[in-house]
T-cell receptor, first 116, second 114 residues
Framework: AQSVTQLDSQVPVFEEAPVELRCNYSSSVSVYLFWYVQYPNQGLQLLLKYLSGSTLVKGINGFEAEFNKSQTSFHLRKPSVHISDTAEYFCAVNGPFNQAGTALIFGKGTTLSVSS | KAGVTQTPRYLIKTRGQQVTLSCSPISGHRSVSWYQQTPGQGLQFLFEYFSETQRNKGNFPGRFSGRQFSNSRSEMNVSTLELGDSALYLC?????????????FGEGSRLTVL
């Protein structure tokens, strides 16, 4: 069965420091991977996605992630964070296919706190 | 263009009651997914509708149901509410489905069950 593990529930960093949010997945089918961000009192917004092709995926707001099949990981990185990056980040993988549809399976989230 | 609209944003119910939540997707989007978000369980998939048909369903009891109308608007219903149903219910729409299409989320309906 598909599953996602976000290895850190909270990551505190200082402004302008680099950050890595870790995500490992388990899947028995072809893998599609996603990172979403949720700002306080808002819905989720797609940061980036891996469907196929290059294993290094670039997203919005300067974030990027690398798909590593051998380590079953999809870690999210940013070289220099801003206060405005403070939010909760969710890694997601495609669920099992059922009829013509599917669903995303989300990790439990990592809270990124950026301070000055 | 207008985003995903969920109503109501906040509501309080008591155990045993039922509740209906509404979701208006982005114009042109035919897929609507519902998720339950709680601090302990995170985001859990409820169901997905496409062109009025339920294509996929998560592992929730039959008290949770949904439907989609011809204009792609969707509703979900929870009957016989339990304290554990307190959560943020998120609706997400996409053009064709969640897999390869980007999911656009609403701000959610926060349900408190007393």
């Amino acid at each position: 069965a598909q599953s996602v593990t976000q290895l850190d529930s909270q990551v505190p960093v200082f402004e302008e420091a680099p950050v890595e949010l870790r995500c490992n997945y388990s899947s028995s089918v072809s893998v599609y991977l996603f990172w979403y961000v949720q700002y306080p009192n808002q819905g989720l917004q797609l940061l980036l996605k891996y469907l196929s092709g290059s294993t290094l995926v670039k997203g919005i707001n300067g974030f990027e992630a690398e798909f590593n099949k051998s380590q079953t990981s999809f870690h999210l990185r940013k070289p220099s964070v801003h206060i405005s990056d403070t939010a909760e980040y969710f890694c997601a993988v495609n669920g099992p296919f059922n009829q013509a549809g599917t669903a995303l399976i989300f990790g439990k989230g990592t809270t990124l706190s950026v301070s000055s | 263009k207008a985003g995903v609209t969920q109503t109501p944003r906040y509501l309080i119910k008591t155990r045993g009651q039922q509740v209906t939540l509404s979701c208006s997707p982005i114009s042109g989007h035919r897929s609507v997914s519902w998720y339950q978000q709680t601090p302990g369980q995170g985001l859990q998939f409820l169901f997905e509708y496409f062109s009025e048909t339920q294509r996929n369903k998560g592992n929730f009891p039959g008290r949770f149901s949904g439907r989609q109308f011809s204009n792609s608007r969707s509703e979900m219903n929870v009957s016989t509410l339990e304290l554990g149903d307190s959560a943020l219910y998120l609706c997400a729409s996409s053009l064709v489905g969640p897999l390869t299409g980007e999911l656009f989320f609403g701000e959610g309906s926060r349900l408190t069950v007393l």
